[in-house]
């Protein structure tokens, strides 16, 4: 599979305490400066955690190099507001936990469609992929997902995965989960 920084957009899909919190910051921690969008608070020990009134100072300073720094306890409104000011950062990769929850966010979509270009390789995290919004979906170059079983998660997953892939999220063991390139249409499953 793709190195992070060269996947552009990746959603990473599952239930509560399925890993997938877990398994997106390991793939988002290649990255030389680290930002952490996180609306329910639940990154603070990862990183320097940053507030509405300091995120300006740490973007006027480009980012931290080699460290984690998170946003969080964040509304929607806020979160939005985040968003907005990545692109003045050089080059950082992007973690939006819980993104089904700035799912009205513009800013998130704007993000979802051209970060790529500006050097911001992006994982949305999420436990209900259906409910992201559709220009962030469509824009997915890989989907990690663990085991799921809502049916309208199911659903999409179904109609976006690579051929098998889609069969294999039936019998995927605890922990499991299935990795795929949408580009390529190569999948496995971890």
């Known amino acids: 599979m793709d190195h992070h920084s060269e996947a552009g957009l990746t959603i990473v899909s599952g239930p509560r305490r399925s890993g997938k919190s ?11 400066r680290r930002l952490i969008v996180d609306p329910l608070g639940e ?5 320097r955690v940053l507030t509405l009134e300091d995120i300006h100072d740490w973007i006027g300073r480009g ?33 939006v936990d819980e993104a089904d ?7 998130l979509s704007l993000l979802c469609r051209y970060g790529r270009h500006a050097g911001h390789p992006t994982i949305l995290c999420t436990r209900r992929p ?5 220009r962030a979906r469509s824009n997915a170059c890989r989907v990690i ?3 799921t079983w809502e049916r309208t998660d199911v659903d999409y997953f179904r109609s976006v995965l690579p051929e098998g892939a889609s069969d294999a999220l039936d019998s ?7 990795d795929a390139d949408l580009r390529s249409g190569s999948w496995r499953i971890s």
């Not at 877990?22 to 030389?32: D, F, H, Q, Y």
């Not at 984690?68 to 979160?79: H, I």
């Not at 700035?102 to 800013?107: Q, V």
């Open 22 to 32: 877990t398994l997106a910051r390991e793939l988002v921690a290649s990255g030389e």
């Open 43 to 47: 990154h603070g020990s990862m990183g």
């Open 63 to 95: 980012g931290g190099r080699g460290s984690w720094s998170v946003c969080t306890d964040v509304e929607e409104t806020e979160a939005d507001l985040v968003l907005r000011l990545v692109w003045e950062l050089p080059p950082t990769s992007i973690l």
């Open 101 to 107: 929850l700035l799912g009205r966010s513009e800013a």
């Open 130 to 134: 259906a409910d992201l919004p559709p």
């Open 145 to 147: 997902v663990f085991r």
């Open 172 to 178: 995927l063991p605890e922990w499991g989960f299935v």
